[in-house]
């Protein structure tokens, strides 16, 4: 285990290092800059700027000081919100981007894998069939127009939940639904594939010849081996979900790192940018790491080499 987490930690700092070099020659590939939009800045204006941001440099002195700050984990100065830091940024942004993830998967998770395996032991039912027609509907239909139709049904025609900001825990429904929508179908489709193999092996077979019954052996048996793919997805749901959730901060007015990094894209802010782009990957890294040290602990027989 001690060598397996060694070489995992090893492959991340060189992914991590490809991640913010990828990540900063592309920013300075797109044509323009940062302050382009400003209102007409003047020549020597728009020299000032690029020296305060370190800008009027040589590309690979940027490239050198940006990664020394990356090393350092400071991230840089945001160009377009004046005064504040990428690092104050994510600060501020990310806990609210993580509690509405987390809840979000947490209910993806909660009622996917009890649709799933319903829909496997009641397979060729009409229960199967109804599961499975919403679990389709839900991968085809992408979370921007989930939010949109929720907030139109419940915000503007009847009038019942709020629509923005997450100052209760009602204000939780609207956006938390929107981002487990697609979550919940794949997870519900998965279980139910997995399910059904596992329950095609010759242990449970055995166990119900001698009289276990279906409840004790679906919790007991089956569960425990078919939940493992969907174990294997959780690293990158939580990915999708962070991603999946700027759209979705941004139509709910939610103030997460999701509004913060569009914003950063429609304004150029090449520092905010890069950053959030680090801090995710490093997050996907991470959570990719915790999924494989689950899959032992889940099943003992794994060996992580």
Do not use: C
Not at 58 to 81: A, E, H, T, W
Not at 95 to 106: D, F, K, M, N, Q
Not at 246 to 256: D, L, N, R
């Amino acid at each position: 285990m001690g060598a397996y987490l060694l070489k995992r930690i090893a492959s991340a700092i060189v992914t991590m290092f490809l991640v913010s070099t990828l990540t900063f020659f592309l920013m300075h590939l797109v044509p323009g800059g940062p302050f382009l939009a400003e209102k007409a800045p003047s020549e020597q204006t728009l020299r000032a700027l690029e020296r305060k941001y370190g800008l009027d440099k040589p590309l690979g002195v940027q490239y050198i000081n940006y990664m020394k700050g990356v090393i350092r984990f400071d991230l840089g100065p945001s160009i377009k919100l004046r005064g504040r830091t990428v690092n104050d940024i994510i600060k501020t942004g990310f806990p609210v981007s993580a509690r509405l993830g987390a809840i979000a998967v947490l209910v993806a998770a909660g009622v996917g894998i009890p649709l799933g395996s319903v829909a496997a032991l009641k397979r060729g039912s009409w229960i199967d069939n109804v599961i499975m027609f919403f679990s389709t509907m839900g991968i085809a239909v992408p979370s921007f127009v989930v939010s949109t139709v929720l907030m139109y049904f419940f915000g503007v025609s009847l009038n019942i939940l709020p629509t923005f900001g997450l100052s209760s825990p009602i204000h939780y429904i609207l956006p938390v639904i929107s981002l487990s929508f697609y979550p919940t179908a794949y997870i519900s489709r998965l279980m139910r594939s997995s399910m059904l193999d596992v329950l095609g092996q010759d242990y449970m077979r055995t166990a119900k010849a001698k009289g276990v019954s279906q409840l004790k052996a679906l919790f007991k048996h089956a569960l425990r081996n078919a939940i493992l793919p969907v174990i294997t997805y959780l690293g990158p749901l939580l990915a999708y979900i962070l991603t999946g959730s700027f759209v979705v901060e941004k139509i709910f007015t939610i103030p997460g790192l999701g509004s913060q990094f569009i914003s950063s894209i429609t304004d150029r802010d090449y520092p905010l940018i890069m950053g959030l782009t680090i801090f995710l990957a490093f997050l996907l890294i991470t959570m990719n790491l915790l999924v494989d040290i689950a899959y032992k602990l889940v099943d003992p027989r794994i060996k992580l080499k």
